[in-house]
């Protein structure tokens, strides 16, 4: 670090006041706004609670809309304080929108919501290295705006670190002095607000480069990032994509492919390389022949194909169910054609922007709009209702209570898991307020009233199953404090375990719950080991059972759900870890 640079930020501060005045007037704005937001805990009314959450949502993105139109009209060489009102009335106005539109109890208006939140910041953050540039006709000046600036944060926020840890440690010196044996965690809290809110962006504003400096630059790599991409990283995703072309072999030969690890493996190839070609910029620059720039060009045709078996694992996955990450992983194979077409053509000069322009486009439609991944989860989801419900001989919609009622109860009787995870949906967006659900189903009171409907289906089939009174019995245990997940001593091996257990697999006798767990080992499918496990109703009705412990293995619980409501009605599904000893 130059620590001459550093006894200049004072000045440079001041100068940052009068280069980016209005994003420095947002950075001490943002602490201001955080402090209120972290004392308003108790929060009287609906209407407080919103102002609270604009108070949350609004000035970091503002500080950056400044931050942003203040660099373009540096570019355009045009101080017009117009621009900036209207960005800045944009954003006011688009924030006061976001904040009035959802209704908090609705997943679905929720999620589009925070969709839009997720979009605009990616946005305006791609749009700080981006926008100065667009109308430039090669990557050159982006390329040192892009580091110049990556620089100045990391100098900021390591000197806004250092200034946090001398102030917290100045107050706890303070408290210890005077006899404060208990001192309370607010001031600490206030000076990581300041330091982070306000002086930490007014330090990166005032290491900022100019446009000026960086369209008069020439890109340029140290000797040290060079050699380090040149012997480390380039041999090192050389070696890694060649193992995985033989793992890949491996895998089909033995029919016995691992789709979500090949979806993540190539999902890192890609990043890996995207930021190898944004790193090593300059040698894309050199005249002559070089071994850097064939390589460039290389590693794009090498992922390609890993990149459509990326595509046929994702539609393998989306055969056995499809949820919000398998719409997200698709938006991102999308986006890796359209990053490898970008850099396989010549003829497009300033890749990195066409790059930014599709990623936000992608975003936009993944997180907002019609085609946002819970609208199509929605839509899958009601087909698969659809479906049922005209197997089951219904073709007038919405169904009574009556026939709501006998649906559900139907589901619940039903041991297959296609049935437990359609009643499972329905139950969730009742309980959300989601209005999807109502096409098919209509009740006496209202959507939420499904829950009750269900109930009164647990009554109905505990009746129907025996003559004699029986008592139902229910357990719902959580532990998110993930204390259950701590792995106890002498195990050999862990598994992830989020199971739905058939009826074949678990049994009430009596007061004691016994189920079977079975492992298939990894290497020969043909070898497996199945547990044992039983456990009392007693036991179970405890809030705080963390863990259900055999001879050979244990179950870390993170959560347990078991319910009998009938001599031949039970559910029993539990998420956790399995510890073989």
Known sequence: MDFAKIKKYPNQISTAFKRFPLASLFAVFSTIAFLIVCESFNIPSEQSARFILWLAIYPIAAMFIALDTSLVQEALKNRNPKIQAITGIAWFVISWLIVLYPNTLNDYEMSQTIGALVFIYTTI?????????????????????????????????????????????????????FGFTDPSERPFLYIFIFCTSTVLPLLFFSTL?????????????????????????????????????????????????????????????????????????????????????????????????????????????????????????????????????????????????????????ILLIVCVGPLSAQNIIDYVWQNKIKNELTEQGYTEFPLNEASTEKFIQMLRNNNDPNSRKILSYMLSTSNSENASVSKY???????????????????????????????????????????????????????????????????????????????????????????????TKQELEIDSLNTIETDSAIIGIRELHTEQWSKTGQSLRIDGLLFIK
């Not at 990557?139 to 000197?159: C, D, G």
């Not at 001593?489 to 009596?510: C, E, H, P, S, T």
Request: glycine share 2%; charged share 20%.
């Open 125 to 177: 953050f791609l749009g700080l290295f981006v926008a100065p540039f667009f109308k430039q006709k090669n990557e050159n000046a982006f390329w040192v705006h892009m580091t110049k600036t990556v620089k100045s944060l990391v100098v900021a926020t390591i000197v806004a670190g250092l200034l946090l840890l001398a102030m917290e440690l100045l107050f706890l010196g303070f408290f210890g002095l």
């Open 441 to 535: 189903f209509s009740t006496e009171r209202s959507l939420e009233d499904i829950d009750r409907l269900v109930r009164d289906a647990m009554k109905k089939s505990a009746s129907e199953d025996t003559t004699e009174i029986f008592d139902s019995f229910e357990a719902d245990i959580s532990n998110v404090n993930q204390n259950a997940l701590k792995i106890p001593q002498g195990v050999k091996q862990a598994f992830f375990i989020n199971l739905d257990f058939d009826n074949d697999d678990f049994q009430y006798r009596g007061d004691t719950l016994s189920f079977l767990i079975t492992i298939t080992d990894d290497q020969d499918t043909s070898k497996h080991s199945t547990y044992d496990f039983r456990i």
């Open 209 to 361: 480069p100019t446009i000026d400096e960086c369209l008069e630059t020439t890109p340029t790599s140290s000797k040290f990032v060079t050699s380090i991409c040149q012997f480390l990283f380039i041999p090192v995703l050389a070696v890694s994509i060649a193992l995985f072309y033989c793992y890949i072999l491996k895998f089909f030969i033995i029919q016995d492919i691992p789709y979500e690890v090949i979806i993540w493996l190539v999902v890192t190839f890609m990043i890996f390389m995207l930021a190898l070609n944004i790193v090593m910029y300059p040698s894309r620059l050199n005249p002559n022949p070089t071994s850097e720039k064939k390589v460039l060009k290389i590693f794009p045709i090498a992922i390609f194909p890993l990149v459509l078996l990326m595509t046929l694992s994702i539609f393998q996955l989306m055969s056995d169910e499809i949820d919000e990450l398998i719409i997200y992983l698709i938006a991102t194979n999308i986006f890796f054609y359209i990053a490898i077409a970008i850099l396989l053509i010549k003829k497009i000069e300033c890749k990195s922007k066409y790059m930014a322009i599709a990623f936000c486009a």
